[in-house]
């Protein structure tokens, strides 16, 4: 099978499974159905498969084809979407733009950005969850128009953003240990109501999450003088939540983490160190100029500001 495969062809294939017809396809097309049918021809050749068959009714795909379409359907709408965004663009009013995230900002500020902005804005927002360096990867390439990123204090090197890049702080989200309500570090701050040394933890089993999480827990535990006994991994947090309730460590996590659901058998203690923070902010191009953006980043900081904080601010 031929690995260069031909993007009109597949989108012929498709637009033949929508009208069950040659003759129909090509008027659809603006094609003559003699080049239509060699389109077909040359398609079955690369991939040394039937793709077509005459029925009673018309022409149907088989199951090779009918798979093959829906690569031509998806291409065909890529081009669709490009197709509008370049006339939107050359008009100055480009309303649909694209914006990655990671997790925990997905589900709060995010959200609530796009839930806003379809409301009083004729902003359409695609949201892509990814985390930070693959976000800036995709900005930097041009395949997204925005990023909401974090950094942490701990190791501000792990984030490089590029000349070509501006970065608008949205505010600091601190970190919280995360613990069972009946361990004694959830006990001690109970009564005392002060910010906890992590050191307090060192005796723990942990549970990490991404790659840069870990190694801003690994940073900060030094910080603190222990090497964290790390025992599970996700980046998901509803199953860190569900691992430290059920005993299987504990773990650092941001506050915007906890902040739409807590599980009543947890304690989230904040921290003593000033280095237990991340910053989150946005990134888009420098030389992107497009007035969509400009209500984009509005509503981003207006949001942001009802869970994180302008200034470190450790409690």
Request: with cysteine.
């Amino acid at each position: 099978m031929n690995a260069s495969l031909n993007p009109q062809s597949l989108v012929t294939l498709w637009h033949i499974e929508q009208y069950n017809s040659f003759s129909a396809t090509a008027k659809a097309l603006g094609w003559s159905q003699p080049a239509i049918s060699q389109q077909i021809k040359k398609l079955e050749a690369q991939t040394n498969a039937k793709l077509v068959m005459r029925t009673s009714h018309g022409v149907e795909l088989t199951a090779t084809g009918t798979m093959l379409a829906r690569y031509g359907e998806a291409i065909s709408e890529r081009l669709e979407s490009a197709s509008r965004e370049v006339k939107d663009y050359r008009q100055q009013h480009f309303t649909h733009l694209h914006l990655v995230a990671p997790p925990s900002i997905c589900s709060t500020i995010a959200a609530r950005s796009i839930a806003n902005l379809s409301l009083f804005t004729n902003i359409e927002l695609s949201l892509i969850q990814l985390e930070p360096p693959e976000a800036l990867d995709q900005i930097s390439h041009g395949k997204v128009d925005a990023a909401v990123v974090f950094r942490y204090r701990a190791i501000p090197n792990f984030l490089d953003i590029n000349d070509d890049l501006s970065f608008d702080s949205l505010g600091f989200d601190p970190m919280r240990l995360l613990v069972r309500s009946e361990n004694p570090i959830a006990k001690n701050y109970r009564n005392n109501r002060q910010a906890i040394n992590l050191s307090v933890a060192q005796d723990e089993r942990w549970i990490a999450g991404c790659e840069t999480c870990r190694a801003n827990l690994v940073k900060l535990a030094s910080r603190s003088g222990f090497k964290p006994d790390i025992r599970h991994e996700t980046d998901d947090y509803w199953a860190t939540q569900n691992l430290v309730e059920v005993g299987m460590g504990v773990s650092l996590v941001p506050e915007l983490d906890i902040h739409i659901n807590l599980q009543p058998d947890l304690q989230a203690c904040p921290l003593q160190d000033e280095f237990a923070y991340r910053e989150i902010g946005i990134v888009t191009r420098k030389d992107d100029h497009r007035p969509a953006l400009e209500p984009m980043i509005k509503e981003l900081k207006r949001t942001a500001s009802k869970y994180l904080s302008p200034t470190v601010s450790p409690k």
